[in-house]
T-cell receptor, first 110, second 112 residues
């Protein structure tokens, strides 16, 4: 059974303090990995798709990387508006559904 | 932009009521999903549908049913609401999980 584990569960940063969120997975075969951002009381919004080990994607202060066993979401010089819960997910075999991690709640203080 | 619209942002219902949560998507996606999200438990799949009138149970289908009479609409039904069904409910759609999901904005349901 596919499993997705995110760490840490929560992370508090000062504005400008760079860090990384981790998403590790055990799947029968890498079929891609997705990162979502979720603001309180709202639905998740798509950030990145990574399909193969070694791939990297960037968007503003965020950079996602992928290895054969895990993905990192690097946050460079974060701002308070980056505060959100970040979710990662992998497709199940047959691409019927996504399996989600429980998320990392990020709080960036001014 | 793909849009997934959930009919209500907030709902308050009484124990024992029959509750309908509606979800509509405008991108002709075959696949639609209902999740609930609770603190510490993450997103849990309730039901999904890969075609009109087709449905599959997810991880926690007990106490729920679904209806998909038209391709664009997927309804979640709580036959007899209970307090342990108080949660955030999220609808999503996609042409294939290979491309990820598009989510609705969520419905916060409180059962009193």
């Amino acid at each position: 059974e596919d499993q997705v584990t995110q760490s840490p569960e929560a992370l508090r940063l000062q504005e400008g303090e760079s860090s990384s969120l981790n998403c590790s997975y055990t799947v029968s075969g890498l079929r891609g990995l997705f990162w979502y951002r979720q603001d309180p009381g709202k639905g998740p919004e798509f950030l990145f798709t990574l399909y193969s080990a070694g791939e990297e994607k960037e968007k503003e202060r965020l950079k996602a990387t992928l290895t054969k066993k895990e993905s990192f979401l690097h946050i460079t010089a974060p701002k308070p508006e980056d505060s959100a819960t970040y979710l990662c997910a992998v497709p199940t075999a047959g691409y019927s559904t996504l399996t989600f991690g429980k998320g990392t709640m990020l709080l960036v203080s001014p | 932009d793909v849009k997934v619209t959930q009919s209500s942002r907030y709902l308050v219902k009484r124990t024992g009521e029959k509750v309908f949560l509606e979800c509509v998507q405008d991108m002709d996606h075959e696949n639609m999903f209902w999740y609930r999200q609770d603190p510490g438990l993450g997103l849990r799949l309730i039901y999904f549908s890969y075609d009109v009138k087709m449905k599959e149970k997810g991880d926690i289908p007990e106490g729920y049913s679904v209806s998909r009479e038209k391709k664009e609409r997927f309804s979640l039904i709580l036959e007899s609401a209970s307090t342990n069904q108080t949660s955030m409910y999220l609808c999503a759609s996609t042409s294939s999980a290979k491309y990820g999901y598009t989510f609705g904005s969520g419905t916060r349901l409180t059962v009193v």
